[in-house]
C-alpha cells in the first residue's frame, strides 16, 4: 500500500472519528458539527502532514 | 380554603421531597426532577441499546437528533467497510484479533457474521484490508456511543445543581400566595 492510498484508506475514517470525539458531553448537534469539522480538519491536516514526511523519506531513501 | 390549608398546597409544591412523597400508594417515589423532564434514565438500558445499534443509545434518552447524527457517521463507517472489503471482512477465523474490536458493532457484526458465515473454513487475508480496519474502527466508535450514552443517563439520574429546595421550587420565580413565616410588606 503507497502513501497515497493509505492517505486516501484513513481520510474518510477521520470524519467518524471527528463526530464522534465531538459528540463526547456535547447535547447540541449543532456544536457536534462544528467541533466535529474543526476535529476533521486537524486529523486531516496531522494525515497529511504525515504522509508528506513519509513521501519525503522514502524519496531520499531513493 | 384557610390560609394554613393554602400554605401548605404551595409548600408541597415548592418541595421537591414533599412532592415525592405525594405519589400514589404502591408507586416507587420519584423524584421531582425526574417527574418535570420525563425522560427514561436507565443506564443499563442505554447502554445496551447503543451496543445493539449506533445511536439508539441516544435515541432511547430522547437525544433524537444526536442519535441521527453520530449513529450516522457509526452506520455508514461501518457499511463503507462493508462495501469496500464485502462480508468476509467480519469474521472470528479469518481476522480474530480484529474482530475483538468489531464485537463492539453489536447486530451489525453479528447480522453480517449469520449472513456471511461460509460453509468452508476462509484462509487468513495476508495484509490490512481497508473493509477490516473501516468495520473495526466504526465499531471501537460505537464503544465509545456506549459509554456516552450510559454516561448521558447516569447523568439525567442526578438532580440539577440549580434545584431549590426553598419555597417557590424554581429559582427567580416569584411565590404566589401565602407562605409560612413570611413577613407581609406594608
Sequence with gaps: MSVLE???TLLPLSAAVGIVLAAMKREDPGEILRVGAKNLALLAGGLVGLAAVLQGLIWLAG | MSPSGR?????AVADPAVVADAQPSGAPPRPAWAARTARPT???VAAVLAWA???AGHAFLA????ALLVGGAVAATYLAGLAVGGLDTVSATREPIWFIGQAF???LTLLTVAVSSPPHPVPPSAG?????LYTCVASLLNFMLVLDAAGTAAKDLKPPKEESPTPGGEPGRPVEGRVEGAVPIP
Design chain 2, 128 to 132: 490490512l484490508e481497508a473493509g477490516t
Design chain 2, 105 to 107: 458493532g453489536g447486530l
Design chain 2, 7 to 11: 400554605s401548605r398546597t404551595i409548600r
Design chain 2, 63 to 66: 437525544r433524537r437528533r444526536k
Design chain 1, 6 to 8: 493509505g492517505l486516501a
Design chain 2, 42 to 44: 436507565d443506564p443499563l
Design chain 2, 53 to 55: 445499534f449506533p445511536g
